[in-house]
């Protein structure tokens, strides 16, 4: 998989439309970040949220709703969550939950309500470390919902 995130995300530099890091240059407006959602739902609160994909589409309603972006998601976006399997499992696997997770993320960061996961680091400085390795990105928005 690492490969073909790399492949991608080298198209997406060689475009001129996208700043990746930890690609060299900046190259267009675009900016392209991590996300691992959970990370995201563990600023959030839960820390085991395969089992509740309902729990973690309302958790990234909420901070979206806590960051004054309002999202008017259909409820068969939510139904869809809770039962999609993409034929690997027996069991839903939750993926739709994930993939809706990281779009809010996405939409917090371009509104400037995220920052980057990044370890202390007593040698390297934070921006240098983003700019040479990249970051996970999280929300800083923290909402009452979280359960």
């Excluded at 930890?22 to 959030?44: H, K, N, S, W």
């Excluded at 995220?114 to 970051?135: M, N, S, T």
Aim: net charge neutral; with cysteine; aromatic share 8%.
């Amino acid at each position: 998989m690492a490969l073909l995130g790399n492949a991608l995300l080298s198209r997406l530099w060689e475009s001129h439309k996208y700043r990746v890091l930890p690609f060299p240059g900046g190259r267009g407006a675009g900016e392209i970040i991590e996300v691992y959602p959970g990370a995201t739902l563990r600023t959030m609160g839960p820390a085991s949220y395969k089992s509740r994909p309902d729990e973690a589409v309302r958790l990234g309603i909420a901070t979206c709703a806590a960051a004054g972006i309002k999202l008017d998601v259909d409820l068969r976006l939510i139904a869809l969550a809770c039962r999609y399997n993409s034929g690997t499992a027996k069991t839903p696997d939750f993926d739709v939950a994930d993939a809706f997770v990281a779009l809010c993320t996405a939409i917090l960061h371009v509104e400037g309500a995220c920052r980057p996961a990044l370890a202390p680091d007593p040698i390297w400085q934070e921006r240098l470390v983003k700019e040479w390795e990249g970051a996970i990105w999280v929300p800083t928005i923290t909402t009452s919902a979280a359960a």
